[in-house]
T-cell receptor, first 115, second 111 residues
Framework: DSGVTQTPKHLITATGQRVTLRCSPR?????VYWYQQSLDQGLQFLIH???????AKGNILERFSAQQFPDLHSELNLSSLELGDSALYFC??????????????FGQGTRLTVV | AQKITQTQPGMFVQEKEAVTLDCTYD???????LFWYKQPSSGEMIFLIY??????QNATEGRYSLNFQKARKSANLVISASQLGDSAMYFC????????FGTGTRLLVSP
């Protein structure tokens, strides 16, 4: 168990809908990272938050947004969903502010299926 | 920018044998880390081992060791005494602010 908790584990929704994925980092970790794993794109970095502030953005679509709350949990919001958004979405956490220096632990992922 | 290349789409190994999974990297960062992750069929990403670019010794974690050759820009994962439970996808990654992953190697361990 990595200590990073993601809910839900599975999500099936229709095109055009909006969903929220939730992540609780390991105790003591202030950084949360979101990644998307799809068959055609592989593992892609989406966004990084540190202690409530956005620190870096990757290949995140405008239809997607994220935030980190004062209790350090993070949510990834996906809206106007398309079939191509079907993927495994991972959250990872780290104690460091500037990057995943020496250790980076991932949650179990949320498998999103858009039908 | 960083790039990870894993040239072995699939590898087969017999139980109890050692196996090496290849990884080459390209980065312009003066200081960087190299990571290996295991992804079983259940989907979770399991952190295996980390190597810092300035670490003098190759990293080891139990049956996993990282064969780090900085001049060749390679960071191969060596799994000793393979077990059936080692069958999974293995990803090499590098990065600092974010991780850049390779395409992975599927390892199949046979009895």
């Amino acid at each position: 168990d990595s200590g990073v908790t993601q809910t839900p584990k599975h999500l099936i929704t229709a095109t055009g809908q909006r969903v929220t994925l939730r992540c609780s980092p390991r105790s003591g970790d202030l950084s949360v990272y979101w990644y998307q794993q799809s068959l055609d794109q592989g593992l892609q970095f989406l966004i990084h938050y540190y202690n409530g502030e956005e620190r870096a953005k990757g290949n995140i679509l405008e239809r997607f947004s994220a935030q980190q709350f004062p209790d350090l949990h993070s949510e990834l919001n996906l809206s106007s969903l398309e079939l191509g958004d079907s993927a495994l979405y991972f959250c990872a956490s780290s104690v460091h502010s500037t990057g995943m220096n020496t250790e980076a632990f991932f949650g179990q992922g949320t498998r999103l299926t858009v039908v | 920018a960083q790039k990870i290349t894993q040239t072995q789409p699939g590898m087969f190994v017999q139980e109890k044998e050692a196996v090496t999974l290849d990884c080459t990297y390209d980065t312009s960062d003066p200081s960087y880390g190299l990571f290996w992750y295991k992804q079983p069929s259940s989907g979770e990403m399991i952190f295996l081992i980390y190597q810092g670019s300035y670490d003098q010794q190759n990293a080891t974690e139990g049956r996993y060791s990282l064969n780090f050759q900085k001049a060749r820009k390679s960071a191969n994962l060596v799994i000793s005494a393979s077990q059936l439970g080692d069958s999974a996808m293995y990803f090499c990654a590098t990065g600092f602010q974010k991780l850049v992953f390779g395409t992975g190697t599927r390892l199949l361990v046979s009895p």
